[in-house]
């Protein structure tokens, strides 16, 4: 057997090859059609790699595991019953449970074509294979942990027009919060937190218009902005 290396699918090579040599003395991982296969031995030819379905829900990265799929037949030229009659060690080991996995599909005739051979009793075998993720190297924390917090405070108020008549509907935006809510019936509006220590800066939108209003950084009390929104 040709050196297969020491990657992931070079290693499903060595694994699957491993295997057969405990139901056949001949195994070749390779074209089954080259010269020098052995006639009246089991080839191994890998013809795709896919991607085993995986589990997540873990915080460390899993290896990717995937599947290494070889097409295993006599090698050289033996067809017919020759070719069939040694698939049978390899179908009762698969059955009597192995790490590969026989798929019972038809072997393509184009892999034939590609191959330069007629078609014979055929096996299409999974071998799995994983890649080990690099994890990023995390740092260690040698200090104490301090979390930076941001003192807020609630601001309320009541939005009127000209004689101080409420105007509701008219939405108060909060640009630093990214948040807005609509006045009530009342001209009343709220908002749960804002930053404390400066002003607040409030856009109000309505009537086709917008304004816009500054509050001090010491309103604790419901404040009273006055535009001159029509109400309608």
Do not use: H, K
Not at 36 to 54: H, K, S, T, Y
Not at 121 to 135: G, H, M, Y
Not at 187 to 213: D, I, K, N, S, T
């Amino acid at each position: 057997m040709p050196d297969p290396g020491s990657g992931p699918i070079a290693r499903s090579m060595t694994d699957l090859a491993a295997w057969l040599s405990t139901v056949d003395t001949q195994v070749w991982i390779g074209d089954p059609g080259a010269d020098d296969a052995p006639a009246g031995g089991l080839c191994a030819w890998p013809v795709a790699v896919q991607a085993e379905q995986e589990v997540r829900g873990s915080l460390l990265r899993q290896p990717m595991r995937l599947l290494v799929r070889y097409l295993v037949t006599a090698g050289g030229q033996v067809v017919g019953a020759d070719a069939a009659r040694l698939l049978d060690p390899v179908l009762s080991a698969a059955a009597a449970g192995a790490s590969v996995t026989v798929v019972f599909e038809p072997v393509p005739v184009e892999l034939w074509r590609a191959l330069g051979l007629r078609p014979r009793a055929a096996l299409l075998v999974d071998v799995p294979a994983q890649v080990e993720r690099a994890t990023p190297r995390v740092p260690l924390v040698r200090g104490p942990l301090t979390v930076d917090g941001t003192p807020m405070r609630s601001l309320s108020g009541r939005v009127v027009g000209p004689g101080d008549v409420p105007l509701a509907g008219i939405r108060v935006e909060a640009p630093v919060l990214g948040a807005s809510t609509y006045t009530d019936n009342g001209g009343r509006f709220a908002f749960g937190g804002l930053p404390a220590g400066g002003p607040a800066r409030l856009v109000l939108v309505g009537r086709g218009r917008q304004f816009e209003a500054e509050v001090g950084a010491d309103a604790d009390a419901p404040v009273l902005i006055r535009c001159d929104f029509e109400e309608a």
